[in-house]
């Protein structure tokens, strides 16, 4: 199982559209658009979960810098929570 870190999102891009281009790769168990809490906005990046981890590295290939409706996607294999850096104070 692959979870894949989807970055550069165009604002108007679906759940729907992401599975699509990602399915062309092989099946995919999940898509989670990130959204706003308070507009329901999306924030430009999601994370797409794939349980073919060849199939996974060959959609990282195949759609990293890739135009969706017209932004190059940023595509890479998400890193687990605790690897991230901190993001400054939590007061």
């Given at each position: 199982?692959?979870?894949?870190?989807?970055?550069n999102l165009?604002?108007?891009v679906t759940q729907e559209?992401?599975?699509d281009a990602f399915g062309t790769y092989g099946e995919i168990s999940s898509?989670?658009?990130i959204t706003d809490k308070f507009t329901g906005d999306s924030k430009g990046f999601g994370f797409?979960?794939?349980p073919n981890?060849?199939?996974a590295d060959a959609a990282i290939k195949g759609?990293?810098?890739t135009p969706l409706k017209g932004r190059n996607l940023k595509v890479n294999q998400a890193k687990p929570r605790g690897e991230r850096p901190a993001r400054g104070p939590r007061w």
């Open positions: 199982m692959m979870n894949i870190y989807v970055g165009a604002y108007g559209e992401l599975r898509v989670n658009l797409v979960e794939m981890n060849a199939e759609l990293n810098e």
